[in-house]
């Protein structure tokens, strides 16, 4: 085989999926694309920002 075949399945498993998710992230052309790939970052950066709120680094921790 030959062509874009023969370089589908050498790229399988889970390098495969992630040269794919790398192209479908930086597309510069496709806008639909782009609104979700930040809008889903977007999301994720407010779930991390509710979740860790509540730690406070500096306050003395309990000793148990």
């Given at each position: 085989?030959?062509?874009?075949?023969?370089?589908?399945q050498a790229g399988g498993g889970v390098m495969g999926w992630i040269n794919s998710a790398c192209r479908f992230a930086s597309d510069r052309?496709?806008?639909?694309?782009?609104?979700l790939v930040n809008?889903?970052?977007?999301?994720a950066g407010v779930w991390v920002a509710r979740n860790l709120s509540d730690f406070d680094l500096m306050s003395p921790q309990p000793i148990t």
């Amino acid at each position: 085989m030959s062509g874009k075949k023969a370089e589908g399945q050498a790229g399988g498993g889970v390098m495969g999926w992630i040269n794919s998710a790398c192209r479908f992230a930086s597309d510069r052309n496709d806008f639909r694309r782009n609104l979700l790939v930040n809008l889903g970052l977007f999301a994720a950066g407010v779930w991390v920002a509710r979740n860790l709120s509540d730690f406070d680094l500096m306050s003395p921790q309990p000793i148990t």
